[in-house]
């Protein structure tokens, strides 16, 4: 990994000129923003479709006659047939419509396993998690009396995927597992990893906050029950999220919340819910925010995943290899397979203060535990600084990472 | 009645026919089905419809239908031509007859080859997409109702 | 109330050039939007000021030391302070961002009672409620075994307050009541009825959705314990909301959802929860549907609310007066003290039936049962026709309904 | 070493002054103090900061104290500079400390008629907002260890 690989400038996009943000500089320098795997920006394209549904559109959705009212509906169910067609789902009714990855693996945590676990059961996760990942899995052991189980990683910053194997015993009720880790860039084995759990008939909700915005994804080819990711890290509005669930178990499961439009029928006696994805989205939902998240998957289609993939992967390796090359620099996560994102550490500077610095350079990362301290406890440090790559990037963002960081290391010589 | 002079645009007067009027104000086989074999609730949450469609079934033949429940003017018409047209069917065309109407409701392009007779009047919902509904529950609730299942349809 | 009120025009508003929406035809005619109660329009200033977060500012918050995250946080956290202010919070700890008044009842449903309800605890509601603030109570009965004791209202739409007095008896841990009623208007003595549960050590949560857009609200005069509400009907953005909570209580619930931000410290065995208000906001919140809920309160403050509910006080007086004059309407919703929104039933012409007619002259009200079910069984209708107001509302908005409901009387005839 | 020359901006300059930086290096009272009776932890959850605060206090005077942890160099900075700065003062002084430090880093206008010596250095966060809690994590822990607070002090 520490050689730079041949650049194949042809695999390269150039699209940064349709994110009005990245046009401004920072402490005097022209922003280079490497931390999209926090928050990823908007292209104009879904600024100016979420304004323009509110000048012309807006209305509550799914109870109204009125004309405005069946516009904000067609566009909003419209958002959701995008949806499922990215990620492949058999049905829209797959596709439960969330506040954010948080929330998805939330309602999974409480709507579908909390009635059915019992002590002595087991939920399986990984160090790797992201705490969204991580802390609705400890709450509902804990109401539940179930244990939580925490699959190791590897130097590398890998799952040991021969110990996860051992894990999966009969009495693992479900597996939670990351695609892609935020705070690493890993990208998990997640076909095999699934693979391997439905032939011990566990079930498995993969967390695609990380996986969904670099690469294409086919729930129905990964085979998961569950997929949960974001709006605003692929380019769409902060306050959207999606549940992928499968038909079947999504049937099966009570409500989560309870509120309007989730219901069929409230009697004063008892309720009839209503039916799928429905069933799941208690109140007024983000209308304005699922129709900007409809405009971000236009954008990413009309691109191309695999174009996406080819770009950040050239990318990644090119700043993989101008970072280890810095004195002083060690890299926190080399899996073999990976994507987007680069830990690091320099010299003993604390990652906080590598960061204002690089700020003072134009240059935003992100410093700290990136909401993965189980990953940070592994390798025993406070935190890393982390630079995460999307398709705005070019390696003209990376050479000014890579002077910033020098002269951090310069100023703490 | 001047409903036709009354309406200025054209689409109203489409979705309004004197035929639907009529039935929604003198539904057809309206009231419980005491000889019901087959029951289903067709609720829409969009506006409160709820209808319960009964069928009386020997032999895979739809010998009688009644429907109950309160609803738009388009779901009530809509329902209430439903019993005319299914009582005497076979349930198998009548799931056929289902898939057709439901296709002409809420398709432009939908394949009209199959006469549908009466039932061509609701086809002005089409132009009011949040009608589309009202006129299919009543169709959604037959399916249900022959195949006997337990949860209220819905058009969602 | 069939009187007309002598017309007071300089307590009329003249806002509505500020809402671009409303400058638009339908169906050949001027767009007359009779449906904020369902969901407000918002003013430019919000429209613009959420685009401008997007071309200038965004990143993930809290967790950033880099310049947009540093001007992102400061404009989110600044949101928060003018929430508090503006409904007169003791304290920013006491408020909580959430994605709607939904979500911030079932919020203190399963994280304030669920922990605490047992069988024989009651909880008490009124038959006038939303849907959301009733569900989420049937449904946390169902789980702990309480019962739900349900007040009644009367023929004008009222809550029988004799009777809401004798429920609430010693047994009953939690009461949940609406300000004001979205499917009848009508606003109910919230003082009166804090103070008799407070006598009574009953906790109170007020469903503020349709208070806060129509009136100064001052939580420490209601002296509530929860108060809820929504953004978009406050002419700010969908997926957001708020509940306001007294820090005490909050301080000794437990979080709800589990990820990251609620939490200072994950470690493998266990969880140190993050401080008030963090500790129940999981994950990325709507970071720009809060800032642009922000700038609805700006927007708000710059007219003030006492003028906002002269304004409705009149237009209501008025809608209610013409309405009452059309032969065959029958208004559903005649409390003795009510605000912005006017149900009524038009000879036996469903309400369905009236919103598409009236649709098609550009006048968009609202039919069905308005997620309140239970009202329409007092009624024993199937829903009704409901027009409410809101600051960008006319005398002339009114007349154009008025218009058109006669002439839906004349097609039905 | 070249700090000030390689630091073009003044802002930075005035963030890594060298007594800043000096302390950050090498912490004074820096490990767990075996004769604490009040201890807090301070955790900054922007970046993992944590430290343990121990005192030593004898009839409400600060005999003695240390800290331990993990940070950035402005959070250890301040912590070795506040434990420089309290021991031997009175509680109540050191509270009133409390009171002075944090406003002084946080409030561009803050009063400064009362002398915070050294502390002086660290007034370069004013303009690095998202350092400030850094800066003030250590006094937080300060004034939750006088208090004997039992959960962990945050700058949130
Ligand atoms: C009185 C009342 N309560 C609760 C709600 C639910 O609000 P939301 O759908 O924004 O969560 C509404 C609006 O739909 C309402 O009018
Ligand atoms: C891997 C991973 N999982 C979950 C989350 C949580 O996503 P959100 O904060 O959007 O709910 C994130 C991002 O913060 C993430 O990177």
Redesign the pocket.
């Known amino acids: 990994m520490s050689q730079v690989q041949p650049f194949t400038t042809n695999a390269l996009l150039d699209v940064s000129g349709d994110f009005p943000v990245l046009d401004q500089e920072v402490h005097g320098r022209p922003l280079v923003y490497l931390d999209s795997?926090?928050?990823a920006q908007q292209p104009a394209a879904v600024i100016d479709t979420v304004a323009a549904y509110h000048r012309n559109d807006h209305a509550n959705v799914h109870r109204g006659v009125h004309t405005l009212s069946e516009r904000a509906t067609e566009a909003y169910e419209g958002a959701r047939d995008k949806i499922q067609a990215f990620i492949n789902a058999n049905s829209r009714r797959e596709i439960v419509l969330t506040?954010?990855?948080?929330?998805?693996?939330n309602l999974v945590a409480q709507s579908y396993c909390r009635p059915q676990l019992k002590p002595g059961n087991k939920v399986l996760i990984t160090q790797l998690?992201?705490?969204?990942?991580f802390v609705p899995w400890q709450l509902v052991c804990e109401q539940t009396g179930a244990d939580l189980l925490i699959a190791p990683i590897d130097r590398r910053g890998q799952l040991d995927l021969e110990r996860l194997q051992e894990l999966m015993t009969e009495d693992v009720f479900l597996l939670a597992v990351?695609?892609?880790?935020?705070?690493l860039g890993t990208v998990n084995p997640i076909q095999d990893i699934v693979g391997w759990a439905k032939q011990r008939d566990i079930k498995v909700l993969v967390?695609?906050?990380?996986?969904v915005p670099h690469m294409a994804i086919d729930v129905a080819d990964i085979g998961c029950d569950f997929y949960?990711?974001?709006?605003?890290?692929m380019f769409g509005p902060?306050g959207t999220?999606v549940l992928y669930g499968r038909e079947a178990l999504l049937d099966d499961m009570p409500p989560w919340q309870g509120g309007g439009d989730m219901i069929l029928e409230v009697r004063l006696d008892g309720t009839v819910f209503n039916d799928l994805p429905y069933k799941f989205e208690a109140g007024t939902p983000n209308i304005s925010g699922v129709i900007g998240l409809g405009a971000a998957i236009d954008y990413l289609n009309a691109i191309g995943m695999d174009r996406i993939a080819a770009h950040e992967h050239v990318l990644l390796e090119y700043m993989m290899g101008k970072l280890s090359d810095v004195d002083g620099v060690r890299l926190i996560g080399t899996a073999e397979s990976k994507t987007s994102v680069q830990s690091f550490m320099l010299g003993d500077i604390h990652p906080h203060d590598l960061g204002t610095i690089l700020d003072h350079q134009g240059v935003a990362i992100r410093t700290g535990h990136?909401?993965?301290m189980p990953v940070m406890d592994f390798f025993e440090i406070p935190g890393t600084a982390r630079a995460s790559l999307a398709i705005y990037n070019s390696s003209d963002d990376v050479d000014r990472l890579i002077a910033a960081v020098e002269k951090a290391r310069h100023i703490f010589a | 009645m001047n409903t036709v002079e009354a309406i200025d645009a054209d689409e109203l007067r489409d979705l309004y026919r004197e035929l639907i009027l009529d039935h929604a104000r003198k539904p057809r086989h309206f009231g419980k089905l005491e000889s019901a074999t087959h029951a289903a609730q067709g609720i829409n949450p969009l506006c409160g419809d709820k209808l319960h469609l009964y069928l009386q079934l020997e032999n895979d033949v739809i010998r009688d239908a009644s429907f109950e429940g309160s609803g738009c003017a388009i779901s009530v018409a809509s329902a209430s031509l439903l019993t005319d047209t299914v009582i005497g069917m076979k349930t198998d065309d009548a799931i056929h007859w289902f898939d057709q109407v439901t296709d002409r409701l809420t398709n432009e392009s939908a394949n009209s080859d199959f006469d549908i007779g009466k039932l061509q009047a609701l086809e002005g919902v089409r132009e009011f997409p949040s009608r589309v509904k009202c006129a299919t529950l009543a169709w959604h609730a037959l399916h249900s109702a022959i195949e006997q299942r337990s949860t209220p349809a819905s058009t969602e």
Do not use: P
């Open positions: 795997a926090a928050s506040s954010g990855t948080t929330e998805s693996i998690e992201h705490h969204s990942n990351g695609h892609v880790s935020n705070a967390d695609g906050a990380q996986g949960a990711f974001s709006g605003h890290k902060t999220g990136h909401c993965a």
